[in-house]
């Protein structure tokens, strides 16, 4: 078991810069969901992905968030004109639909936008 | 909308002594989960408990839920300093109203030795 892995583990960016996060689940997780944590405060619900289909968005989510998980493996989350509010802890996390709703998080990408 | 929030805010003990958090939820739920999370790193699930259950156990670990309070406890017994963390619950919404899951604020828990 190698654990949910994300890359890159850090990206510093100015603002109006575009940047793309990787997450990588544990291979026989069919579910991924990607969360936003900043200091102080438990990670906020973004995005769920149920093999490639993204089933379900928060409001949180703007149009300069998008997400996609083309082949029900790997992930992407892409943030378009960074702006600084962006600047957070952004977590990935992967389960499976036959544990129910048990999620096992990475390491998380820390964003910082200058 | 549900949310999780935990109480107290803050937690210092002394190592050996037990650890009881709170947290508090507004609408109905499938299930309550407690991570744990340790500074610098990922969160750590910890135990789920379904809406029909009232007590479970994992180790040092007792989490009882109330649904009638919509409120959760997390006992950790015989505290290590390695327990110190902040942890978080977390509700999961009624079965088929997706997987939006939230997490409260957290309690920061801090065992001296």
């Known amino acids: 078991d190698t654990g949910v892995s994300q890359n890159p583990r850090h990206k510093i960016t100015k603002r109006g810069q575009n940047v793309t996060f990787r997450c990588d689940p544990i291979?026989?997780?069919?579910?991924l969901y990607w969360y936003r944590q900043t200091l102080g405060q438990g990670p906020e619900f973004l995005t769920y992905?149920?093999?490639?289909?993204?089933?379900?968005k928060s409001r949180l989510l703007s149009d300069r968030f998008s997400a996609e998980r083309p082949k029900g493996s790997f992930s992407t989350l892409e943030i378009q004109r960074t702006e600084q509010g962006d600047s957070a802890m952004y977590l990935c996390a992967s389960g499976n639909s036959g544990t129910q709703y048990e999620q096992y998080f990475g390491p998380g990408t820390r964003l910082t936008v200058t | 909308s549900q949310q999780g929030e935990e109480d107290p805010q803050a937690l210092s003990i002394q190592e050996g002594e037990n650890a009881t958090m709170n947290c508090s939820y507004k609408t109905s739920i499938n299930n309550l989960q407690w991570y744990r999370q340790n500074s610098g790193r990922g969160l750590v699930h910890l135990i789920l408990?379904?809406?029909?259950?009232r007590e479970k156990h994992s180790g040092r670990l007792r989490v009882t839920l109330d649904t009638s309070k919509k409120s959760s406890s997390l006992l950790i017994t015989a505290s290590r300093a390695a327990d110190t963390a902040s942890y978080f619950c977390a509700t999961g919404p009624p079965y088929g109203y997706g997987q939006n899951f939230v997490f409260g604020p957290g309690t920061r828990l801090s065992v001296l030795p």
């Open positions: 992905f149920q093999n490639e289909a993204q089933l379900e």
């Open positions: 291979s026989e997780h069919n579910r």
């Open positions: 408990i379904r809406s029909n259950e």
